[in-house]
């Protein structure tokens, strides 16, 4: 996320001349840097998603190697100039005639400038000469603009801007980026009988992630893909019936190797998990099977893993010493070498009437005898406190876990169901979901999840196939 405050620069009164006031030679300018908010800003208001216009734009689409401004960009200075300095509030445009001379790249600092040139009486217009240079003193673009000078004179406060926040949705981009260089996961993709599930599973493959063996009706699949111009020509194609019958289908391809991971499709999570937690012929272990969001907030500085909010409804304290252990390793695996858990509750102290807290207390005790390993565990703690270092020190909580938690552990699935999707909906976070303590990763996406969700759970699949091989063999696969 980037916050854009207001111009400190910019007066706080403005004060108009009208056409009698105005003479040749008169002048006035105004200086602005360039920042990547000023981009994304004026390609969002604008429409102009030229890939010229932002960082690292793709080889061969743009004549620049970096990011350059929008030409119109530098054009509204020109047009701030006339409308707060001079003639000033009440000015109305009326034409102007521009030419760009030389890009302007991030970091640049344009001075606008405008010099009255002409008084035309007859229409009380006048002609002013525009020009912006940077800060090399290079004329960056340089014409005329035609205006209505303000009819009285008037003097007004300056209006207050607020603060914007602008979201941006590229920070699971680090997450396939570990990717790059490891085999391609070959996965069961069960039930792919709709758009998002087949789309995700091509793309997926496109970038190198997965190899899709695509489990259900053949011919539906082959329905679905022409519909969307979709070519799955190169994958292999599993008949199954209907949802279940993929399910059991795309396990077994598991078990039997010819597959080592499963992705879930169109298809309801109770029918696939009902495959996978099966005692005879499901993906079980010796450990508790739970489910991990791996969440990207935009204003939380460091991925956030929240866990369980789709298996254990209501775990017990043994169910949630795997359930944290699960989420510890896989948090290792995405390169954070000791995890910070945060065990939440309703409140930071332990009250017996409220179980979570007295499991919170439990397992911060296992964790200091070695019985759950690999992470920092504190807790009870609030939500507020987990994630607020400013909160907990206003509770006068002394914690290494609150402020900077890595993992949030939650009490029950209710609860952590809710807060992811609070976390998506309101707070604009992406999210990718794992199944962990299975013999392959399954990724449990949502049927509402989008293609970068799909493509960042099947990023975090190969991250933990990976993890779980000898070396010698991925390198051997590569």
């Not at 396990?251 to 080592?260: F, H, N, Q």
């Not at 896989?330 to 910070?340: D, Q």
Request: with cysteine.
């Amino acid at each position: 996320m980037t916050t854009v405050s207001p111009d400190d620069s910019s007066p706080s009164t403005l004060t108009s001349l009208t056409f009698d006031d105005l003479t040749p030679g008169q002048s006035a300018s105004l200086s602005r840097t360039l920042t990547q908010a000023d981009l994304d800003l004026f390609a969002t208001v604008s429409g102009n998603i030229d890939p010229s216009h932002f960082a690292d734009p793709p080889a061969g689409t743009t004549l620049f190697p970096k990011a350059i401004g929008h030409g119109m960009w530098s054009a509204s200075l020109i047009s701030g100039v006339l409308g707060t300095r001079l003639p000033g509030p009440g000015t109305v445009y009326l034409a102007q005639d521009l030419r760009f001379r030389a890009p302007v790249t991030l970091g640049d600092t344009i001075t606008a400038s405008v010099t009255v040139r002409e008084k035309r009486t007859e229409r009380k217009t006048v002609v002013f000469e525009c020009l912006c240079t940077n800060q090399n003193g290079v004329t960056v673009v340089s014409g005329t603009a035609e205006v209505i000078a303000p009819a009285t004179h008037a003097s007004v406060a300056a209006q207050a801007l607020p603060g914007l926040q602008m979201i941006r949705h590229d920070r699971q981009a680090a997450l396939l980026a570990r990717c790059a260089g490891l085999p391609a996961l070959p996965t069961a993709v069960i039930h792919p009988c709709d758009g998002p599930a087949l789309q995700g599973a091509v793309e997926a493959a496109q970038r190198g992630l997965i190899e899709p063996i695509l489990v259900g009706p053949s011919l539906l699949i082959a329905a679905t893909a022409k519909a969307l111009g979709l070519d799955i020509s190169a994958f292999r194609l599993v008949e199954a019936a209907n949802g279940a019958a993929a399910a059991a289908t795309g396990v077994a391809l598991v078990r039997a190797g010819e597959a080592r991971a499963v992705m879930k499709g169109a298809l309801h999570t109770d029918e696939l998990m009902a495959a996978v937690v099966k005692r005879d012929g499901g993906l079980r272990t010796a450990g508790r099977i739970s489910h991990v969001f791996l969440m990207t907030v935009p204003t939380y500085p460091k991925p956030l893993l929240i866990t369980d909010a789709v298996v254990n409804i209501a775990p017990s304290l043994e169910d949630k010493v795997h359930i944290v252990q699960n989420a510890i390793d896989l948090a290792r695996i995405l390169g954070v070498e000791t995890p910070k858990v945060a065990i939440l509750s309703a409140v930071e102290t332990i009250n017996p009437k409220i179980s979570s807290t007295v499991d919170a207390a439990a397992l911060c005790k296992m964790a200091q005898r070695g019985q759950i390993r690999g992470g920092l565990l504190d807790g009870p703690l609030a939500f507020d406190n987990a994630i607020s270092a400013e909160a907990a020190k206003t509770k006068g909580i002394v914690s290494e876990v609150a402020g900077q938690a890595d993992i949030l552990l939650v009490p029950d699935l209710e609860s952590g169901n809710m807060l992811a999707k609070q976390l998506s909906f309101l707070a604009h976070a992406d999210a990718a979901g794992i199944v962990l303590g299975t013999s392959a990763p399954v990724m449990l996406t949502s049927r509402a999840d989008n293609l970068a969700a799909r493509l960042a759970s099947c990023a975090l699949a190969v991250l933990i196939d990976a993890a779980s091989r000898p070396r010698s063999t991925v390198l051997a696969a590569e």
